[in-house]
């Protein structure tokens, strides 16, 4: 059984800096794409970043681009998401997911291409 379990979030001023941690286990981890993706209230879920098997390629939602970081450690099997210049609409639930197929090297976009999901943790921004 694969599980996926994130740490890191909290409360932080606007502005303010977050580190989230996605440790997985259960499966070869280093085969497999890996993303962040996040569910603000009253809204859909969507897709912030996602890093590939290889870590060798990132992908960013326009609203993250050039305030967040996706880097994964495959030797620790884990994935990280560095967020800076936190903004209150960054304010959701952050759930780090697994991809479904191993040794793809696009990035996965779609909530479909992720078969594993983490529980979720909670990212607030105070303004």
């Known amino acids: 059984q694969v599980q996926l379990v994130e740490s890191g979030g909290g409360l932080v001023q606007a502005g303010g800096s977050l580190s989230l941690s996605c440790a997985a286990s259960?499966?070869?981890?280093?085969?497999?794409?890996m993303g962040w993706f996040r569910q603000a209230p009253g809204k859909e879920r969507e897709f912030v970043a996602g890093?590939?098997?290889?870590?060798?390629?990132?992908a960013y939602a326009d609203s993250v681009k050039g305030r967040f970081t996706i880097s994964r450690d495959n030797a620790k099997n884990v994935v990280y998401l560095q967020m800076a210049s936190l903004k209150p609409e960054d304010t959701a639930v952050y759930y780090c997911?697994?991809?479904?197929?191993?040794?793809?090297?696009?990035?996965?976009?779609?909530?479909?291409?992720?078969?594993?999901w983490g529980q979720g943790t909670q990212v607030t921004v105070s303004s």
């Open positions: 259960g499966r070869t981890f280093n085969r497999y794409g």
């Open positions: 997911a697994a991809g479904r197929r191993a040794y793809v090297s696009t990035i996965l976009y779609g909530e479909g291409e992720y078969n594993y």
């Open positions: 890093v590939s098997w290889s870590g060798v390629t990132t």
